[in-house]
């Protein structure tokens, strides 16, 4: 079997990390797969009360918040259709955040150090993330490899009660 190929790099570029981002919480209802598995978690609290606590969390474990966005904040006008999200980027090293761009789609770069929260009717929110596989491992640097391998621990002390 032919290997793809993925390229990474660590940015401090805001603009390559919302270009990235916009239309994430979108692509988690579709996302999941062997080479990109998509870890989903509940939350009992709304949407600002679950990224507050996510936030709180990643500075725990030492990974700041390299950027919050609204990934609808650019969609083209009328009516949203989509419920209300934001999408956490979390820092891994020197300054910046790691961005994966694979061969097969270089115009999607992907933030693997992300972390998608949608409102749910009712006042909850899911919560959702890249979880690291083999194939990401091996493509980001050491650093942000390990940090996105605490993404689980950091969640679940974020929903923990």
Known sequence: MEQRRTRSWVTG????????????AADVDSAGDDERPVVRR????????????????????????????DPYAFAAKGPRRAPPARVIVLGAGAGGTP????ED????????????????????AEVSFDS???RWRDALPQEAATAM????EVVAL???D
């Open 105 to 124: 789609a270089p115009s999607r770069p992907r933030v693997p150090l992300s972390v998608v929260v949608r409102s749910l009717r009712g006042g909850a």
């Open 149 to 152: 391998a605490r993404l689980p």
């Open 99 to 102: 961005v994966l761009l694979d």
């Open 158 to 160: 974020a929903l923990r």
């Open 42 to 69: 509940l939350s009992c609290h709304d949407l600002a009360e679950t990224v507050r606590r996510i936030e709180r969390a990643a500075a725990l474990h030492g990974l700041p918040v390299f950027a919050r966005v």
């Open 132 to 134: 690291l596989s083999e």
């Open 13 to 24: 570029a805001a603009a390559v990390v919302m270009a990235a981002t916009m239309g994430m």
